[in-house]
Antibody
């Protein structure tokens, strides 16, 4: 069964840093693209960033709201993706989810059925 | 950036009746190489992560009841629940994965009338 488990959330002051982890099992992690999505309390889903597969040179992309502050990385040997968050702001407070896409025989993306349960990041002043 | 806009923001439907949620993208999300629309629909219940219902606009994910269906192409998409069940009360999101930045619609809250 596919599982994604986020960890690393917590309470941090504005300007601080945090590293989130997304541990994956049940599918070929190295062949997937991993994304981070966040959700503030009572709000909708906001895409944060992604890291592609090795065959796509581990290319990263970020939402404008986090570009320059957040970094997505991955360790295929550990089946884990990471979200390094620096210079945290009050508005970064949210539940952070990891989700992903695998690829069909034509190398076209299919969303993974499951997301992680999320990890809560609270930024306070 | 491709922006997804859902309508309505909330919807109340009687049990057994049809529920329809619309989603419009600001640009086409039809990928010419495979003639597929890079749109997914998710269901989110309180305290839970989103659950995939539909991908490529109309492909129902494994295990999703067949009362859920997706349709549309280009810029206009629809999620239909043919006969609403009590367990379908949730917030529904459309989502494009055509390119980055990915974007989710603002969500549609579905309730029982």
């Amino acid at each position: 069964e596919v599982q994604l488990v986020e960890s690393g959330g917590g309470l941090v002051q504005t300007g601080g840093s945090l590293i989130l982890s997304c541990a994956v099992s049940g599918f070929t992690f190295s062949g997937s693209t991993i994304h981070w999505v966040r959700q503030a309390s009572g709000k909708g889903l906001e895409w944060v960033g992604r890291i592609q597969r090795k065959t796509k040179n581990y290319a990263t992309a970020y939402a404008a709201s986090v570009k320059g502050r957040f970094t997505v990385s991955r360790d295929d040997s550990a089946n884990t993706a990471y979200l390094q968050m620096n210079s945290l702001k009050i508005e970064d407070t949210a539940v952070y989810y990891c989700m992903g896409y695998y690829y069909d025989s034509g190398d076209y993306p299919i969303p993974l059925r499951f997301w992680g349960q999320g990890t809560l990041v609270t930024v306070s002043s | 950036d491709i922006v997804m806009t859902q309508s309505p923001d909330s919807l109340a439907v009687s049990l057994g009746e049809r529920a329809t949620i619309n989603c419009k993208s600001s640009q086409s999300v039809l990928y010419s190489s495979n003639n597929r629309n890079y749109v997914a629909w998710y269901q989110q219940k309180p305290g839970q992560p989103p659950k995939l219902l539909i991908y490529w606009a109309s492909i129902r994910d494994s295990g999703v009841p067949d009362r859920f269906s997706g349709s549309g192409s280009g810029t206009d998409f629809t999620l239909t629940i043919s006969s609403l069940q009590a367990e379908d009360v949730a917030v529904y999101y459309c989502h494009h994965y055509y390119n980055t930045p990915l974007h989710f619609g603002q969500g549609t809250k579905l309730e029982i009338k």
